[in-house]
């Protein structure tokens, strides 16, 4: 089976080395004055560029100042000065344009995937009899003229044109332009498994759709819209240290303007050359180069992995996170829940049981619905005949029942134990005690064994209401979950599984896979309870689910992660989607967002020591020649005040071709304490930042002091 990590992989090498033209043509583009306003330390690099420029060309008219000393700049140094500062910011502008490239080569598979298509629209859906629309009139529209609400038939070899729930058959779905996996799923009406994404391919049989959004604004679509366009998007993190690192520019501006006159009494003028690589070689130049870098990058760190995100606030709070609620169904388990067995309540007969249970389940779509109505036919009840007499009474998160009315004023429901007893109490049909004790012996022993109880209770016209047994409910867990819940817990991640299942069942489960907590039993309201325990509690809270009812948790958490086969209200409620519905991928979000935060924290430490080294190679050359006591500072013994300003400049660009990768990679990062892991990355990178920066500087001062004049 190929993975969505291997897919796009294979993509990557086929798209390994992006055309330098294209690269260097978009670095170039952000020059532009409009587009560097949104880093104001770039566009004060340009700024300088821009003035070092203009004096290297009027130089030659009127003659260059001297240096500090009484001497003279050599000849040709305001131009190789200024070619230096454009190339400053040619670099930092390509780290961008690099990150960019990288991650449209993922996003342009997925949105490939999206192709436009011709729809074969049912007209007039919602007055046929028949729910197949194998009778209906069907024309041919081009996908984009779909809208939310309009039906449309999905046939083996069709692609399907956008997203939509299927409200009609079952199918096998190619679904690998999305997710990256080879194996075909199963899309059917209702249930957790019957959202189907624009893009996907029905491999076989016949299905019909309810579309949910207009082509070309699916969640998917969204998300990429997002992701290629991430540089624009700034989380609040990164606004804040946007905002600082252009107060810190000023005050460097402030100092470089005022400099001339402050030492007008005793030394001669600075040049304007000199004044412009001071103020740019000690700005935070590299950080502001490379931040954005490490955002885009991550975010398309996470589409290799099968995430995608709608904006870095997201994945910034993911590094954050310290507590995960994980919904059951369907997303710790397979989510396709089978009956497997009827067991009547005391003198019940198995027969009722098992007819009540089929007939309540003609119109329940769900895997739940038709496996009953399987498992009672393969016992000899059936339900021929019965479709089209009584009412059909829909589940809901609220009541968790589901059953039929039918027209000799017997009512039938199925549904949780708690649900079915506050039912019968409603309807007027009291329980007694020893009812009671007998129905929560049986539906524990089941929970038990790990499987769901189902509650299976009647109420004649007229007569009083009584529970005839419950269905045996099977699901499995997904697989390698309880290793990954594991490694959670060794980040320091507090678990929490949240569902609508007995208690029981929810007790098994959880201490099959090891979660630290659970909540059986539980509501909507119940899971937002829950987030909002936690958050008042001081924890950044993660939610994953794939059901409608899971909407409101997933708005509330501070990262929602909706799966592939969500409902349409998940994904509009989620700030991520998973597409391969893995929600192990939750140890990958958190892993790559603190590895973020590690690596910025290691790009300021490294960015700070080479700011001290050349604070030593800078400031002493500007005024040895005025005082000689200076010469005592020049502790990398640079050769000259010009060299070793060209030197300083020079090494500038070369740093930042140093960090580029690390930016673009990321710091190595285990699955450790996030303060330990920034501790040891500061001091590594502090004191590689003073080393590199004191070979680096010499290095260059050794070549540049060949050059005559220098």
Request: proline content about 5%.
């Given at each position: 089976m190929v993975t969505q990590e291997e897919s796009v992989r294979s993509r990557g090498r086929r798209s390994a080395f992006l055309p330098l033209g294209r690269l260097l043509l978009a670095s170039l583009r952000k020059f532009d004055p409009r587009i560097l306003w949104s880093n104001p330390v770039l566009l004060i690099t340009w700024a300088g560029a821009v003035l070092t420029t203009i004096v290297a060309i009027v130089e030659p008219f009127v003659g260059g100042p001297p240096q500090s000393d009484g001497t003279w700049l050599p000849p040709g140094f305001s131009w190789a000065i200024a070619v230096c500062l454009w190339l400053t910011l040619l670099t930092a502008t390509f780290a961008e344009s690099l990150a960019e490239g990288l991650g449209h080569t993922q996003t342009s598979a997925l949105r490939a995937s999206q192709t436009r298509v011709e729809a074969h629209q049912v007209l007039h859906y919602d007055s046929l009899r028949d729910a197949s629309a194998r009778t209906a009139q069907i024309r041919e529209v081009p996908a984009v003229d779909l809208r939310p609400g309009d039906v449309i038939v999905a046939e083996a070899g069709d692609v399907i044109p956008t997203d939509g729930e299927v409200v009609w058959g079952i199918g096998m779905v190619d679904e690998s332009p999305i997710t990256g996996e080879s194996a075909p799923v199963i899309r059917e009406a209702g249930g957790d498994r019957s959202s189907v994404t624009g893009g996907t391919k029905m491999m076989s049989d016949r299905i019909v759709v309810r579309v949910r959004q207009v082509s070309g604004s699916s969640a998917v679509d969204k998300m990429i819209d997002l992701a290629e366009r991430a540089h624009r998007l700034k989380a609040p993190k990164e606004l804040a240290l946007t905002a600082l690192l252009s107060s810190f520019s000023l005050s460097f501006v402030l100092v470089a303007v005022t400099l001339n006159a402050i030492v007008s009494p005793v030394a001669k003028p600075i040049s304007i050359p000199i004044l412009v690589s001071l103020v740019v070689c000690l700005?935070?130049?590299?950080?502001?180069?490379?931040?954005?870098?490490?955002?885009?990058?991550?975010?398309?760190?996470?589409?290799?992995?099968?995430?995608?995100?709608?904006?870095?606030?997201?994945?910034?709070?993911?590094?954050?996170?310290?507590?995960?609620?994980?919904?059951?169904?369907?997303?710790?388990t397979q989510g396709r829940r089978r009956a497997t067995d009827f067991a009547p309540l005391d003198d019940a007969r198995r027969g009722d049981l098992i007819r009540a249970a089929a007939i309540c389940s003609i119109d329940d779509p769900t895997t739940e619905g038709t496996s009953i109505i399987q498992l009672a036919g393969s016992l000899g009840v059936g339900v021929e005949g019965e479709e089209t007499t009584g009412k059909n009474v829909r589940f809901s998160a609220q009541t968790r029942m589901s059953g039929r009315d039918m027209p000799n004023g017997l009512s039938i429901r199925k549904g949780a134990e708690s649900a079915i007893l506050a039912w019968l109490k409603h309807v007027g049909s009291q329980q007694t005690r020893e009812t009671e004790d007998s129905l929560r012996q049986l539906t524990e022993s089941v929970a038990r064994s790990g499987d769901t109880p189902l509650v299976v209770a009647v109420k004649p016209a007229g007569g009083a209401g009584r529970v005839l047994g419950v269905i045996h409910l099977k699901d499995t867990v997904k697989p390698s979950l309880s290793s990954r819940i594991q490694d959670l817990r060794s980040l320091g991640v507090k678990t929490v599984m949240v569902t609508g299942d007995n208690p029981l069942t929810a007790k098994t489960i959880a201490a099959e896979i090891g979660v630290d907590d659970f909540l059986g039993d539980a509501t909507p309201e119940d899971k937002l309870a829950v987030i909002t325990k936690e958050q008042a509690a001081g924890h950044f809270v993660a939610m994953t689910g794939d059901g409608a009812n899971d909407a409101p948790a997933l708005a509330q958490a501070d990262v929602g992660m909706a799966m592939n086969t969500a409902t349409g209200a998940a994904k509009e409620a989620a700030n991520m989607i998973i597409l391969d519905d893995d929600p192990t991928k939750?140890?990958?979000?958190?892993?790559?967002?603190?590895?973020?935060?590690?690596?910025?924290?290691?790009?300021?430490?490294?960015?700070?020591?080479?700011?001290?080294?050349?604070?030593?190679?800078?400031?002493?050359?500007?005024?040895?020649?005025?005082?000689?006591?200076?010469?005592?500072?020049?502790?990398?013994?640079?050769?000259?005040?010009?060299?070793?300003?060209?030197?300083?400049?020079?090494?500038?660009?070369?740093?930042?071709?140093?960090?580029?990768?690390?930016?673009?990679?990321?710091?190595?990062?285990?699955?450790?304490?996030?303060?330990?892991?920034?501790?040891?990355?500061?001091?590594?990178?502090?004191?590689?930042?003073?080393?590199?920066?004191?070979?680096?500087?010499?290095?260059?001062?050794?070549?540049?002091?060949?050059v005559p004049g220098y």
């Amino acid at each position: 089976m190929v993975t969505q990590e291997e897919s796009v992989r294979s993509r990557g090498r086929r798209s390994a080395f992006l055309p330098l033209g294209r690269l260097l043509l978009a670095s170039l583009r952000k020059f532009d004055p409009r587009i560097l306003w949104s880093n104001p330390v770039l566009l004060i690099t340009w700024a300088g560029a821009v003035l070092t420029t203009i004096v290297a060309i009027v130089e030659p008219f009127v003659g260059g100042p001297p240096q500090s000393d009484g001497t003279w700049l050599p000849p040709g140094f305001s131009w190789a000065i200024a070619v230096c500062l454009w190339l400053t910011l040619l670099t930092a502008t390509f780290a961008e344009s690099l990150a960019e490239g990288l991650g449209h080569t993922q996003t342009s598979a997925l949105r490939a995937s999206q192709t436009r298509v011709e729809a074969h629209q049912v007209l007039h859906y919602d007055s046929l009899r028949d729910a197949s629309a194998r009778t209906a009139q069907i024309r041919e529209v081009p996908a984009v003229d779909l809208r939310p609400g309009d039906v449309i038939v999905a046939e083996a070899g069709d692609v399907i044109p956008t997203d939509g729930e299927v409200v009609w058959g079952i199918g096998m779905v190619d679904e690998s332009p999305i997710t990256g996996e080879s194996a075909p799923v199963i899309r059917e009406a209702g249930g957790d498994r019957s959202s189907v994404t624009g893009g996907t391919k029905m491999m076989s049989d016949r299905i019909v759709v309810r579309v949910r959004q207009v082509s070309g604004s699916s969640a998917v679509d969204k998300m990429i819209d997002l992701a290629e366009r991430a540089h624009r998007l700034k989380a609040p993190k990164e606004l804040a240290l946007t905002a600082l690192l252009s107060s810190f520019s000023l005050s460097f501006v402030l100092v470089a303007v005022t400099l001339n006159a402050i030492v007008s009494p005793v030394a001669k003028p600075i040049s304007i050359p000199i004044l412009v690589s001071l103020v740019v070689c000690l700005i935070p130049t590299e950080i502001a180069a490379l931040m954005s870098v490490t955002g885009i990058a991550s975010m398309h760190k996470l589409l290799r992995h099968g995430v995608l995100v709608d904006s870095g606030h997201a994945l910034e709070t993911a590094g954050d996170l310290t507590a995960v609620l994980l919904d059951k169904t369907g997303t710790i388990t397979q989510g396709r829940r089978r009956a497997t067995d009827f067991a009547p309540l005391d003198d019940a007969r198995r027969g009722d049981l098992i007819r009540a249970a089929a007939i309540c389940s003609i119109d329940d779509p769900t895997t739940e619905g038709t496996s009953i109505i399987q498992l009672a036919g393969s016992l000899g009840v059936g339900v021929e005949g019965e479709e089209t007499t009584g009412k059909n009474v829909r589940f809901s998160a609220q009541t968790r029942m589901s059953g039929r009315d039918m027209p000799n004023g017997l009512s039938i429901r199925k549904g949780a134990e708690s649900a079915i007893l506050a039912w019968l109490k409603h309807v007027g049909s009291q329980q007694t005690r020893e009812t009671e004790d007998s129905l929560r012996q049986l539906t524990e022993s089941v929970a038990r064994s790990g499987d769901t109880p189902l509650v299976v209770a009647v109420k004649p016209a007229g007569g009083a209401g009584r529970v005839l047994g419950v269905i045996h409910l099977k699901d499995t867990v997904k697989p390698s979950l309880s290793s990954r819940i594991q490694d959670l817990r060794s980040l320091g991640v507090k678990t929490v599984m949240v569902t609508g299942d007995n208690p029981l069942t929810a007790k098994t489960i959880a201490a099959e896979i090891g979660v630290d907590d659970f909540l059986g039993d539980a509501t909507p309201e119940d899971k937002l309870a829950v987030i909002t325990k936690e958050q008042a509690a001081g924890h950044f809270v993660a939610m994953t689910g794939d059901g409608a009812n899971d909407a409101p948790a997933l708005a509330q958490a501070d990262v929602g992660m909706a799966m592939n086969t969500a409902t349409g209200a998940a994904k509009e409620a989620a700030n991520m989607i998973i597409l391969d519905d893995d929600p192990t991928k939750i140890v990958d979000i958190i892993e790559i967002g603190r590895r973020q935060m590690a690596t910025r924290g290691a790009l300021i430490t490294f960015n700070i020591a080479n700011d001290l080294v050349r604070y030593f190679t800078l400031f002493p050359a500007l005024f040895s020649g005025t005082f000689p006591g200076l010469n005592r500072l020049n502790l990398l013994h640079l050769h000259s005040v010009p060299s070793a300003v060209l030197s300083t400049v020079i090494f500038s660009i070369v740093v930042m071709g140093i960090l580029l990768p690390l930016a673009l990679f990321g710091v190595p990062y285990r699955l450790a304490d996030l303060g330990r892991a920034l501790t040891r990355n500061m001091l590594f990178y502090g004191l590689g930042g003073v080393l590199v920066a004191a070979v680096g500087i010499k290095a260059i001062d050794l070549v540049v002091m060949l050059v005559p004049g220098y």
